[in-house]
């Protein structure tokens, strides 16, 4: 495509151009090779923000450092509608500037000049709807007058086109209302409900989820008194529902009947719809670059039947789902059922009509008339396009007869939406008759009725203070139920906030007549009963009225125990034992048996006194519950109480050998008390227990995984491998191998085989994510010994001169053998396992280099004892064997008489060792007499002086070369001279 034949582009390509690309937008190759094509009409480009160099263009870190921005016209994308230094830029350039935008919301009024043309598109779906051919308009019969809003409902054009979309769309049964609080969910879905569901035929059916335990059966009993009090029939009865369990493992295909015919009687209505508020209430924080998952199994398999049930075409009933998070349902083609409404946050023209509206409908025309007059800036940067806080803005002007407190220092500092809603709310001080209707009011969850609020007398003039809330916009109608109001959140906040921390006693009472309210009426059996009680056990725990949850739990024992197991699963430790203590001291019988094992869990770890006690009460009811059994062995154990943990674990085992849970439980306390050969065979029970270890699933593998890592551990290889090696040289020296080179072994390299298999080890682990420095000075050392002397030379060297030794050696060796073969089928069955284990990857590279140490060491032994031909014996091992044998003038004579010699190229070589022997030749001179004599005996002092004489010519004669064209039979005459002594 050639981008200047596009109007757009070609008006501003006339003149010189530079093309702004920020990160905001990923172009592709192909549209990237489109804009390159127009460097002849454009004059510079630029790639803001991002790392790599993009062809042909120049990359900068910001806007700012365009030096010459105002000598050009301006095409970019990719540019943050808040890029504070590009508007400032754009504010004071003269040029044309086309700006493409994907998503501008509130601030695009901030961008909007003569000579800058805003397109609200990426560039990218831009060029892809130009390159379209244009499909021809349908010509309609004749044309729909759209509905008009609602008239304090401003702004959400796109969103209620969106909506209508959604109406007409037959492929999508289900719509997401996502936005954070105070976007106006309820009151979007309040005009929807207002232009789509007022005719008398509509029916609204509402779930509002409270807490992350809400499953099916809530649900269900949630909607079951909706239908009858619409006199909608139901072919199944109350307790039916009440008592409703769904089976997640059930291969059956058939819905359960009693969600058949809620969804038979649902889709036989002429116009209905299903809303579900809150849902942000189950969801679980997502993992990095994924949406928030449904954290309930059941209620996520709600979701899945209702979205694709069969009956769906009768009537096209669609559902709603608001939650402040978007989310992904449990089954990944549910999401193609459903659209995505994303309220997004309201322009700053919508921002200041809705401020306008609010302050003219409280009676203040003259703060009104200014709200035009206000910077742009600023009112979008405080404000946010945040419907909620634009009310609570006009309020506070309305009360303080200002509007320019959006200018205040004060307020321009806070980032948090609850910091800004409190400095608001301090200026929107309530007077004395607005107070006691709003404290109450406030500490709902749910809408409130209107006859409630007569009833409860919280004002001498009820009628008067509803007026009130509707003047100040400080309560909404809640459409959903004709006469019930509801709070803001942020108010709702606000006010809680500051009961709790001024007016606790307060705060409590009136939390306490809240909950008497609908205590009253969930024991007189009215329709939404499910909903009351929980309505009536929030206001109960808030207001600390533990009579009446002693009688919560009577009436309805089962949902405290849900409240218990979602605190548990939410790791909320402390409110989950309150809970399961509640049910535990009313009926402990009521805990099945993984309930009892979560609430002794949660005592033992929000540290609990009464542990042992709780503990010996649940085996009372569950005597043989690995569950239970398992938990307070476990206890006892990290309270290092081993004995006792050990006689339990033992017990365990005894009942059920095959629990792997306790099996290697039992196999840790073992290890603990110092019976290492019990935990042995115990670990090797449990590698019997998990076989055949090919059929393995991933749990399965992990299991395995640790019992062949608790096995490894205890083998302790090293240890026995380098005591048998120290013993080996030791019997080595013994037998009268060269000690010094025996020395030297740790340095020796290896064999070349083996170095090559501890290399390719140390790969795997080097490239794994955990490999640290350890690793790496790993392999320096092995590297550098491998640079050593040849091993072969050095094993030649080696030779001994007794055996007696030998036999002992053979058995240590063969002992180090059968520790490396066990060491190695572990280590290749725990990798068999867990093939990333970085533990057993770099155990790996020990038991080889402790493999390469022992062939190294077998080798030595080896030649050590291997006998071998002596070469023949030298004038100088005849002088060595004459001094030896006490012939020490024979020696001395034949010495001087080689090295004393007229032969000047001799006498050159033997100069030395003649110099050297000289000053004991002197010595031998002066008792030669006495030593030729056998008549005469030296004394102790010339024994000395001899043996010293013989010592020094030892040393010498081992320097002493002889000729080698000497040809004579020295072993005869060594043989010849030994008989003779």
Known sequence: MDLTNIPIFKELTQQPTIFIYGSEEVLSEDILTQITTLQKKIERFYNIGLDKQVIDFIAIKDELEIADFNNYNVIACGIAPTSKSFLAKLKTHSNKALVFFESIGFFKHLWEKDNVQIVESSLTAFLTQVAQPAEPEEQTQETVAATPQSEGFIGRERELQLHDDFMNDYDTSGCKIIGGHGMGKKAFMNEVIRQHYQQEDAQVFTVTFRDREANINYILNTLYPQFVAKGIKLDVSAEEVKNFKIDLDSDEEALPKVIETFFKAFDQLPNARLVFYNVETILNKPKKGRFFQINNDEAGEFFHLFLQRDTYAENQNKAYFLSTQDFDFDYERDDDFAKIIDLRPLSVQEAKALAKYSLQKAGAEEQANTVDGLDDFSFAKVLSGNPQLVQLFARAAAKSGKTDIIKSDQLNKLSDIRDKVRHLMRLATFDKEETSVMMPLALFRESFSQDWLKNQKLSAKPVEA?????????????????????????????????????????????????????????????????????????????????????????KAPQKYLQKAIGNYRQSNLDQAFYYFNGVFQYDASLLNSRDMSSFLKSAVKSGKDNVNELFGKALEIYPNDMYIRNAYADYLFKQNKLDKAEEVSRASQEINSQDFVSGILFAQILQKQGKKDEAAQQLAHLEAVLEPHEDLDENGRRNLSQVLNMRFSLLEHYTPLESNHQQVVAFLKSDGVNANQLDT?????????????????????????????????????????????????????????????????????????????????????????????????????????????????????????????????????????????????????????????????????????????????????????????????????????????????????????????????????????????
């Open 466 to 554: 509803i007026a009130y809330l509707h003047k100040n916009l400080l309560a909404e109608a809640d459409e959903d139920k004709p006469g019930h109001y509801y709070i803001p959140v942020h108010i709702r906040r606000y006010v809680n906030d500051l009961l709790k921390k001024e007016e606790n006693a307060l705060y409590r009472e009136l939390h306490n007549r809240i909950g008497e309210t609908y205590w009253a009426q969930a024991n007189e059996g009215k329709l939404g009963s499910a909903e009351a009680y929980q309505a009536a056990l929030y206001h109960f725990e808030e207001a600390q009225n533990f009579e009446r949850e002693k009688e919560f739990i009577q």
């Open 745 to 981: 072994l740790p340095k020796v390299p290896v064999n070349r085989d083996d170095y090559n298999r501890i290399e390719d080890a140390l790969d795997k682990v080097l490239n794994h994510n955990l490999a640290d420095k350890r690793a790496k000075r790993t392999q320096d050392a092995i590297r550098k010994r491998q640079n050593g002397a040849n091993p072969a030379q050095m094993i030649e060297a080696m030779e001994a001169t007794g055996t007696d030794n030998q036999a002992a050696i053979q058995e240590l060796i063969q002992g180090s053998e059968g520790i490396i073969k066990t060491a190695k089928e572990m280590l290749e069955s725990w990798l068999g396992a867990e093939r990333s284990s970085f533990r057993a990857l770099f155990s790996m590279v020990s038991v080889l280099r402790h493999e390469a140490d022992l062939n190294l060491l077998k080798a030595i032994v080896e030649r050590s004892y291997t006998e071998r031909e002596k070469p023949p014996a030298t004038h100088r091992e005849y002088l060595i064997h004459l001094v030896d044998s006490q012939q020490l003038p024979q020696a001395i004579e034949q010495f001087m008489a080689t090295v004393d010699t007229k032969d000047r190229d001799k006498a050159k070589r033997y100069k030395t060792l003649k110099d050297e022997f000289f000053p004991f030749l002197i010595q031998y001179n002066m008792v030669k007499g006495k030593l030729n004599d056998a008549t005469q005996e030296l004394d102790d002092a010339e024994k000395a002086k001899v043996k010293k004489i013989g010592e020094v010519l030892r040393r010498i004669l081992k320097r002493y070369k002889p000729d080698v064209e000497d040809m004579t039979n020295y072993d005869e005459m060594i043989a010849q001279s030994a008989s003779a002594v």
